[in-house]
């Protein structure tokens, strides 16, 4: 990513770097007064960084991860002020203050702009054309993304920006039901929770939907504002309540199959940094994707063992709705094709898929065979 690159249209000297200059200033004056020698201490630089995950979620946690591992590598010259969700501003509204400076850093996912820009869901919930969230990070990272998502944000969301992706997720579950759902028509005219573009899929698969923050889902389900949801994984989905309000838990989809993190800073405040912190701020994220990766099939496996064990009945989404998903997808292309930049960064995923899926599928044993062989009759479909 062109982490150095300027804005195209002026903006206002950075609050951040005001407050450095000044400081540098002063310092010079009073070691010429005092002759004295360099001081021993430094106060470190704090950086305000709010999530879009409640305290509770296990993604503040994962947030966690990346303050210990900048604080730890910066040597403490950096100090990361981690707030959740709703300390400064909504879940939904970080990527604003992040703009504007109110905030120096946030921790989101960039389907949440897709009130801003439909393209934001493309980068991490948009058609899968066969490549996990892996295989979809690696493209932003190795096969031209990273340049797309500064075009999105920083030209044509004109947003004072720059990002970084950690995390690729694990495929996220169908979501919570009342009933059983096995067939197309199970789901139609359900009031379903999800978000981005997989809200304009369920809707052309007959739901109906409403996009809200995850501390949101469970108070709507109980207020019968919403029959079903989705929001992302076991250990997230129990840290709210969802198996209090629904105990049919549908694992397997393809409408929101490779998302990861996204790590967003004020282009200011990341610029006028010095080049070994922006370094430490940008390869953080691969720390602690790493992190991140092990604590999640952890905590994740757990935790649906758990949900299991509470009287949840987990489930793998049918294969009608899977093929219908596809197939709504293939619709869903269509529209979004008729925009020029999405068309170009769907040409560029499907090129990358083709080629890098075929290679790991090729190359993928049939691990479920083995798994069935060492645990007979334990996985269930």
Request: charge should be negative; hydrophobic fraction near 40%.
């Given at each position: 990513m062109e982490a150095t690159k300027k804005p195209t249209t002026g903006?206002?000297?950075?609050?951040?770097?005001?407050?450095?200059?000044?400081?540098?200033?002063?310092?010079?004056?009073?070691?010429?007064?005092?002759?004295?020698?360099?001081?021993?201490?430094?106060?470190?630089?704090?950086?305000?960084?709010?999530?879009?995950?409640?305290a509770s979620n296990i993604w503040q946690d994962f947030a966690?991860?990346?303050?210990?591992?900048?604080?730890?590598?910066?040597?403490?010259r950096l100090k990361v002020d981690l707030l959740p969700a709703g300390a400064v501003v909504g879940a939904f509204q970080v990527i604003d203050a992040c703009n504007d400076g109110i905030l120096d850093a946030a921790h989101s996912v960039p389907v949440y702009w897709y009130g801003k820009s439909k393209a934001a869901?493309?980068?991490?919930?948009?058609?899968?054309?066969?490549?996990?969230?892996?295989?979809?990070?690696s493209w932003f990272y190795e096969g031209g993304g990273a340049e797309f998502y500064r075009e999105l944000t920083q030209d044509v969301m004109d947003m004072n920006i720059v990002a970084f992706m950690g995390f690729p997720m694990f495929a996220q579950p169908f979501g919570w039901f009342k009933n059983?759902?096995?067939?197309?028509?199970?789901?139609?005219?359900l009031k379903y929770r999800t978000v981005g573009l997989a809200a304009d899929l369920m809707q052309n698969m007959g739901?109906?939907?409403?996009?809200?923050?995850?501390?949101?889902?469970?108070?709507?389900?109980?207020?019968?504002?919403?029959?079903a949801f989705e929001f992302n994984n076991p250990?997230?989905?129990?840290?709210?309540?969802?198996?209090?309000?629904?105990?049919?838990?549908?694992?397997?989809?393809?409408?929101?199959?490779?998302?990861?993190?996204?790590?967003?800073?004020?282009?200011d405040f990341f610029e006028d940094l010095e080049p070994d912190l922006q370094a430490i701020l940008q390869y953080g994220v691969e720390a602690a994707s790493t992190a991140n990766?092990?604590?999640?099939?952890?905590?994740?496996s757990a935790d649906l063992q758990k949900l299991q064990e509470s009287g949840v009945t987990v489930h793998r989404t049918s294969q009608p709705i899977l093929d219908a998903q596809i197939q709504a997808w293939d619709g869903l292309i269509e529209?979004?094709?008729?925009?020029?930049?999405?068309?170009?960064?769907?040409?560029?995923?499907?090129?990358?898929?083709?080629?890098?899926?075929?290679?790991?599928?090729?190359?993928?044993?049939?691990?479920?065979?083995?798994?069935?062989?060492y645990f007979p009759g334990k996985l269930k479909l």
């Open positions: 903006s206002a000297p950075a609050r951040r770097s005001f407050l450095k200059k000044g400081a540098a200033a002063g310092a010079v004056g009073a070691a010429g007064i005092f002759a004295a020698p360099a001081v021993i201490g430094q106060a470190p630089l704090v950086m305000k960084m709010q999530t879009s995950w409640g966690q991860d990346y303050a210990n591992r900048v604080e730890a590598m910066s040597g403490g869901s493309l980068f991490g919930t948009g058609p899968v054309f066969g490549g996990s969230a892996t295989t979809m990070m059983e759902v096995n067939t197309l028509d199970d789901i139609k005219g739901m109906s939907v409403a996009q809200l923050p995850g501390g949101e889902i469970v108070p709507a389900m109980e207020r019968g504002v919403i029959d250990s997230s989905d129990s840290d709210f309540g969802a198996q209090d309000v629904a105990k049919n838990y549908y694992l397997s989809s393809y409408h929101q199959a490779s998302e990861s993190f996204e790590f967003m800073f004020n282009r990766t092990a604590s999640a099939m952890n905590r994740y529209e979004l094709e008729k925009d020029e930049f999405m068309k170009k960064v769907l040409d560029s995923q499907r090129a990358w898929v083709e080629r890098v899926t075929y290679y790991e599928l090729m190359n993928a044993p049939d691990y479920e065979l083995a798994y069935n062989h």
